[in-house]
């Protein structure tokens, strides 16, 4: 029980940090300085795979927190599989936004290493996911093996095809920095074909690897 409620504590703030963080960049408020990278305001924010990932996993933490207090009540013994593979999904996505920025996106910035860690950013790039992989991997509970590390590539996928979309759809434009704001294809549609498959490997090695991690650490299991 003990690791129950300190998951519980977890996610609530993952919740709470979550929604803090959408409200600020929703409102385009700054009390870090101003953030000049990778900040929007208003729905376009959504644009960013930061910002979704962060949004679902606060979705997955809600789901969780129901059913953990649904433990403790004693009205089940179990959390669904549904709910499981869900929390599963949004870690590995956070665990992606984590670490490309902090290999990536931030050394490469102009800005400074640290742009990347303002004001809404410091939450969706630095807290909220480290927070969610501590959650998972020590403290919850999951009837759970490496068979459903192919569920954590469902985002990356969907994002991936988003993304690749909209910069096709305004090739015409001549201006494809525009509409690749993370410069992964460095100007160069060509890089494509190496950029899927390193994000899509990557992927599903964190996925994998999560997964891998729990079965160590957490030590326990609903069956």
Not at 125 to 147: C, G, R, W
Not at 203 to 223: A, M, P, Q
């Amino acid at each position: 029980m003990k690791k129950l409620y300190i998951s519980m504590i977890l996610n609530a703030l993952i919740v709470i940090f979550v929604i803090f963080g959408c409200i600020i960049m929703f409102a385009g408020l700054q009390f870090m300085g101003e953030g000049r990278i990778l900040s929007e305001t208003g729905v376009y924010m959504l644009k960013f795979y930061t910002v979704d990932s962060n949004i679902l996993a606060g979705l997955s933490s809600i789901l969780l927190l129901v059913h953990q207090f649904y433990i403790i009540k004693g009205a089940t013994r179990r959390i669904p599989v549904a709910v499981m593979i869900f929390k599963q999904i949004t870690t590995v996505a956070l665990t992606i936004t984590f670490l490309v920025t902090l290999f990536y996106l931030a050394p490469f910035s102009p800005y400074g290493f640290f742009s990347l860690y303002l004001n809404a950013n410091l939450f969706f790039h630095l807290i909220v996911p480290v927070l969610a992989i501590i959650s998972y991997v020590f403290f919850e509970k999951y009837k759970n093996d490496t068979e459903y590390a192919w569920w954590g590539l469902s985002t990356m996928i969907i994002y991936i095809t988003y993304y690749l979309t909209n910069i096709i759809a305004h090739i015409a434009e001549n201006n494809i920095p525009k509409y690749d704001f993370y410069g992964f294809t460095n100007g160069n549609l060509r890089n494509i074909a190496v950029i899927v498959p390193i994000f899509l490997l990557l992927t599903y090695w964190v996925s994998d690897g999560l997964i891998r991690l729990n079965l160590k650490f957490s030590k326990y299991r609903l069956k």
